[in-house]
């Protein structure tokens, strides 16, 4: 009885270890800390002032919000296709950030630094950071290339 009784014990302690070393590596890509992220919104958003306390709330982000009237400059200096534009648009390191963009892909965007202009989630998706609703399906991240072509860049 004994033997059973030290078994189990091993057997719990060992699920407990691994679990714990397993819930670090899930997800938790930590921002370079106290990398600035600009968010570029008009003044008539709700959803960007949703969004913009969305990534204060980010470990590691140093958050300037620029609110204007018109933000299409701001696109246009960017080179942001016309099927990619949402409604705000960021700027973080030498990349943009276009729209309702999960933390987990802006995160992977810095550590990767890829060779590409920037990353997009058109519209404004149900669910997303800043949006209402719940999500009905992945969030597709596009990705910019500097010749203006797009691909996925990741799904969550």
């Known amino acids: ?15 407990i270890i691994i679990a714990g070393c397993s819930s670090n590596n899930v997800n938790t890509v930590k921002n370079i800390d106290g990398e600035k992220i600009t968010i ?17 709330k980010q470990d590691g982000f140093n958050v300037e919000i620029i609110t204007q009237q018109d933000i299409t400059g701001i696109k246009d200096k960017h080179g942001i296709p016309i099927e990619m534009i949402s409604c705000h648009t960021s700027e973080v390191g030498n990349y943009f950030v276009e729209g309702h963009v ?29 949006m209402p609703g ?19 860049f990741m799904r969550i």
């Open 40 to 56: 570029f919104k008009s003044v008539s958003c709700g959803c960007c002032d949703i969004y913009s306390t969305y990534m204060k």
């Open 1 to 15: 009885m004994k033997f059973k009784t030290f078994i189990l014990i091993f057997v719990l302690l060992t699920l």
């Open 102 to 130: 999960p933390v987990e892909a802006i995160n992977k965007l810095m550590i990767e630094k890829p060779d590409i202009k920037g990353i997009a989630m058109p519209g404004m998706p149900s669910g997303s950071p800043g």
């Open 134 to 152: 719940s999500k009905s399906g992945d969030f597709i991240i596009y990705q910019i290339n500097m010749d203006g072509s797009t691909s996925e």
